[in-house]
């Protein structure tokens, strides 16, 4: 047993009051030394914590004791140490920011189980895989010929999904981290007029659960100080530094504040060029390690 579990949960389902639940678990959570992100809203809860086993599972028996949560799935991941800097419990509008402009509700009557995900790739080659990620997340690993959707935000996903119009009348597989964008990408794609849509119920961390690097390539991204998981059997590394190419999963900021975008950065590179600590966008702007805005950095030191 991993003595830092690390859990990731998520369900639609109606919260009246959030501000109540958020207050609760706050209580609970700060009491037994767990730290994480929850964000709560009228439409359900997405979290992930980490802490002593003991109170992980106490946390996990607590929300399992809400009617509301009792069905609740967790993924469950181990860290030799607790993965956040802190406790935040939030209420937001959305548990996940699709911003779409049109209501959606979740998709939850199309999910493939891993075992008729993996079935499905193997037996039906007319299927389409589409990464629903970050493209940053995308780059430590996918499934084997996935077309990863060219994002930085989950937002941007509405606004990107015109690009994707010619699979409109294919068979489209979707994924992600742990399956709670795919219920919101989902019913954008079907309101979009995709005409078969289905998703991996549990995500890349259930599919790996059962099934390891079978059809995938590289490390599982996750918003932690972990950065990235893997499984060692049968890995195939597919990332690498945006700058010398070499392999990597070492995710840094941009340096430059304004910007602060997330991509791979090789700990050689960084050593050979202080300016390799840029983006490569930015780099090309002509922005370099003496001129770069490191207005927060510099406010938090």
Same mark, same amino acid.
């Given at each position: 047993? %991993?003595?830092?579990? &690390?859990?990731?949960?998520?369900?639609?389902?109606?919260?009246?009051?959030?501000?109540? =639940?958020?207050? *609760?678990?706050?209580?609970?959570?700060?009491?037994?030394?767990?730290?994480?992100?929850?964000?709560? *809203? $009228?439409?359900?809860? !997405? +979290?992930? =914590? %980490?802490?002593?086993?003991? *109170?992980?599972?106490?946390?996990?028996?607590?929300?399992?004791?809400?009617?509301?949560? /009792?069905?609740? $799935?967790?993924?469950?991941?181990?860290?030799?140490?607790?993965?956040?800097?802190?406790?935040?419990?939030?209420?937001?509008?959305?548990?996940?920011?699709?911003?779409?402009?049109?209501?959606?509700?979740?998709?939850?009557?199309?999910?493939?189980?891993?075992?008729?995900?993996?079935?499905? @790739?193997?037996? !039906?080659?007319?299927?389409?895989?589409?990464?629903?990620?970050?493209?940053?997340?995308?780059?430590?690993?996918?499934?084997?010929?996935?077309?990863?959707?060219?994002?930085?935000?989950?937002?941007?996903?509405?606004?990107? &999904?015109?690009?994707?119009?010619?699979?409109?009348?294919?068979?489209?597989?979707?994924?992600?981290?742990?399956?709670?964008?795919?219920?919101?990408?989902?019913?954008?794609?079907?309101?979009?007029?995709?005409?078969?849509?289905?998703? =991996? /119920?549990?995500?890349? @961390?259930?599919? #790996? $659960?059962?099934?390891?690097?079978?059809?995938? =390539? +590289?490390?599982?991204?996750?918003?932690?100080?972990?950065?990235?998981?893997?499984?060692?059997?049968?890995?195939?590394?597919? +990332?690498?530094?945006?700058?010398?190419?070499?392999?990597?999963?070492?995710?840094?900021?941009?340096?430059?504040?304004?910007?602060?975008?997330?991509?791979?950065?090789?700990?050689?590179?960084?050593?050979? !060029?202080?300016?390799? #600590?840029?983006?490569?966008?930015?780099?090309?702007?002509?922005?370099?390690?003496?001129?770069?805005?490191?207005?927060? #950095?510099?406010? #938090?030191?």
């Amino acid at each position: 047993m %991993s003595a830092f579990p &690390v859990i990731l949960f998520y369900k639609y389902v109606p919260i009246d009051e959030p501000a109540i =639940l958020v207050a *609760a678990l706050k209580t609970f959570c700060a009491e037994r030394g767990i730290r994480g992100r929850v964000l709560i *809203a $009228e439409e359900g809860i !997405n +979290g992930t =914590l %980490s802490g002593e086993a003991d *109170a992980i599972h106490a946390c996990v028996a607590w929300l399992q004791a809400d009617s509301r949560f /009792h069905d609740m $799935e967790f993924k469950w991941s181990d860290s030799e140490t607790i993965p956040f800097p802190r406790l935040v419990i939030k209420m937001r509008p959305e548990i996940v920011t699709l911003q779409a402009d049109r209501p959606l509700t979740a998709d939850q009557d199309n999910h493939l189980t891993p075992e008729e995900w993996k079935r499905t @790739i193997e037996e !039906n080659p007319d299927i389409v895989l589409v990464d629903v990620r970050n493209r940053y997340e995308s780059a430590a690993g996918h499934f084997e010929g996935a077309i990863a959707c060219d994002i930085s935000h989950f937002r941007e996903l509405p606004d990107y &999904v015109i690009k994707l119009d010619h699979l409109k009348d294919k068979p489209v597989l979707m994924y992600c981290t742990g399956g709670i964008r795919c219920e919101k990408a989902s019913a954008l794609f079907r309101s979009e007029g995709f005409r078969d849509v289905r998703q =991996l /119920h549990g995500g890349i @961390i259930k599919y #790996q $659960e059962n099934f390891g690097n079978e059809h995938w =390539l +590289g490390e599982c991204f996750v918003f932690d100080d972990r950065m990235s998981t893997r499984v060692e059997e049968g890995l195939k590394q597919v +990332g690498s530094c945006a700058h010398t190419g070499r392999p990597s999963t070492r995710f840094v900021n941009c340096l430059h504040d304004p910007c602060h975008k997330l991509f791979i950065l090789s700990e050689e590179a960084e050593e050979e !060029n202080s300016d390799y #600590q840029l983006c490569p966008e930015c780099l090309a702007a002509g922005i370099t390690h003496q001129t770069a805005d490191r207005g927060k #950095q510099a406010l #938090q030191s």
